[in-house]
């Protein structure tokens, strides 16, 4: 086994797409180079003179698990990288063919199989998404509430594929939480159903190994969900969102904390923006509303739930963020705002060099999950990296800090920093630039007891060397499970340093990277 799988020649590509249309039809493989650019393409910026070398061979649209688990079986059989993209909004290039071969496009995935109204479940495709799937749920009064900011883009099998966080996560859960179970096909094509122990609809069980969790947040190394079963909720009646305005980071800081360990059943989030932050969302007045100009910090809160429990909730929110010194922006504001969360990065054309021009920027985000009690230590040290980057070249535009509850008791956060890149002019000197300080951010989080990664995995340049130290002996473990489930590495190669597992000498190798 090689440690790098070799690109495919041409006569090879035509074995495999003659093999691929013995199980799908002639318009379910995509050969053209439109249609594998369109799926080369994800929103985590790259050198744009390098793009061709992330083109994927083929790209397949099957419609059924059985068709996945074929498509697999044929690229194992003969030794083809396949790579899973559902919506390809991953953030750290999870569904970049790194070694070209086959992209499994699961979007045609995307049926409502079975609405189960007493159990509360649904029953989907994995290529359908959450604002699709909650058009048809509204009509029964349900909400499946996983809520990215990518809500309206990324899909239930890439939710499955990052193990996504979600804006309300401390009212409902995460995405590991609210996917009950799902049948995944295994990297030798195999199907099988995971959930907690073995159930379809159980959301606890102690029977084995908890195994949805090995094949959540795996970014496509470990095979594909094709059929998931997810928690319903009754969808919320009232909305609370409110937004206040302070004079300083420290006022804001203490004031989020208060709010989230304030215990109110129906707080579905708090988020604090830093002063550069609030600049960034300033400037961006086509999705916001712009806010007064004398805020230096910003916190919002959410909440949901009836009428007659939001109500009393939001009077203790407010006397408490009152206390810390909280000026409220009013309603107009608040409710703006908090509904423009979805469309907070469709700013193209957001950044500026130095000297000021308006010029197209790309944005990039890096994060992490950090206690409360070291965001501020984490977001000092962040600034200072990107200050630092700045400094160098202004193919790095703008940026800022937001740091989001991620638990309803507020014990972590995720903490993310947004970077305006100018991509047209990002050449291989400056990606290295960029690399580095991508390696920086994540040292830095795990100097101060943090995960590098909250909800964007971390499979990218920079980030990724740092994951065998974060995980300890346990990155030995995912090796050994890596060779043990995908023995020929066909499973999206490449990514998490996994190719590790089919080395002669992982263990020389995995203590470089350590040294990194
Ligand atoms: C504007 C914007 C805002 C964002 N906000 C958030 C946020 O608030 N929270 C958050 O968690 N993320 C956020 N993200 C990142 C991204 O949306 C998430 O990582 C999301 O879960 C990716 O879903 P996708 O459908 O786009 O997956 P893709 O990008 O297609 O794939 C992501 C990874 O999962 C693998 N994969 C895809 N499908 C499957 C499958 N069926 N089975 C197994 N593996 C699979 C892929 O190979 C890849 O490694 C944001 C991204 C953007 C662009």
């Known amino acids: 086994m090689t440690l790098t799988p070799e690109r495919l020649s041409t006569d090879q590509v035509d074995t495999v797409a003659d093999r691929l249309r013995t199980v799908l039809r002639e318009d379910q493989v995509l050969t053209s180079k439109t249609d594998r650019l369109n799926r080369a393409r994800v929103p985590a910026p790259f050198p744009v003179h390098r793009w061709r070398e992330r083109l994927p061979d083929l790209a397949v649209l099957p419609e059924s698990t059985d068709e996945v688990a074929a498509v697999v079986r044929i690229a194992n059989e003969l030794r083809v990288p396949v790579v899973p993209r559902d919506g390809g909004t991953g953030l750290t290039d999870g569904a970049v063919p790194l070694h070209g071969g086959i992209v499994v496009d699961v979007k045609r995935l995307n049926q409502v199989h079975e609405l189960d109204l007493d159990n509360r479940t649904v029953t989907v495709g994995t290529g359908i998404n959450m604002l699709k799937l909650n058009e048809q749920l509204g009509r029964h009064g349900l909400i499946y509430p996983d809520d990215p900011a990518s809500y309206p883009c990324s899909l239930v099998g890439g939710r499955i594929g990052t193990s996504g966080w979600s804006l309300v996560g401390s009212r409902y859960g995460h995405t590991r939480d609210l996917v009950l179970s799902f049948d995944h096909v295994l990297p030798t094509g195999d199907v099988i159903h995971v959930g907690d122990g073995i159930g379809r609809k159980i959301s606890k069980s102690s029977s084995g190994y908890q195994l949805k969790h090995l094949f959540m947040g795996h970014q496509g190394t470990l095979g594909i969900a ?58 961006d007045d086509e999705a916001y509303i712009p806010q007064p100009s004398d805020v230096r910090a910003l916190v919002c809160a959410v909440m949901y739930g009836y009428e007659d429990e939001v109500r009393p909730a939001g009077r203790r929110l407010f006397r408490i963020a009152k206390e810390h010194g909280a000026r409220y922006l009013g309603d107009e504001i608040s409710e703006g705002d908090w509904a423009a969360r979805h469309d907070r990065y469709a700013t193209p054309l957001h950044g500026r060099t130095k ?91 795990l100097e101060h007891g943090g995960s590098i990664s909250a909800c964007h995995g971390s499979c990218r340049e920079g980030e990724v060397d740092l994951v065998p130290s974060e995980l300890g002996r346990g990155f030995e473990v995912m090796l050994d499970l890596k060779q043990m489930l995908d023995p020929h590495n066909v499973m999206n190669p490449g990514k998490y340093h996994l190719d590790l597992a089919y080395a002669g000498d992982a263990e020389a190798a995995l203590q470089q990277l350590r040294d990194t």
């Open 226 to 283: 094709t059929r998931a079963t997810l928690k319903l909720y009754p969808k919320p009646e009232a909305e609370l969102s409110p937004f206040w305005a302070f004079d300083n980071y420290d006022d804001a800081y203490r004031c989020v904390g208060a709010l989230a360990r304030a215990g109110v059943a129906t707080f579905a989030g708090a988020v604090l923006f830093d002063e550069y932050k609030v600049a960034y969302l300033r400037r």
């Open 355 to 445: 000297a000021g021009q308006v010029v197209p920027m790309s944005w990039h985000c890096e994060d992490a999950a950090v206690n409360y009690t070291q965001l501020p230590a984490v977001s000092q040290a962040w600034h200072a990296i990107i200050a630092d980057l700045r400094r160098k070249t202004d193919v790095f535009d703008d940026w800022g800090m937001f740091a989001y509850t991620s638990a309803d008791t507020g014990v972590d956060y995720l903490t993310e920093i947004d970077v305006g890149i100018w991509e047209q002019r990002l050449d291989d000197e400056a990606w290295a630039l960029w690399v580095q300080a991508k390696r920086d951010i994540a040292r830095a989080a």
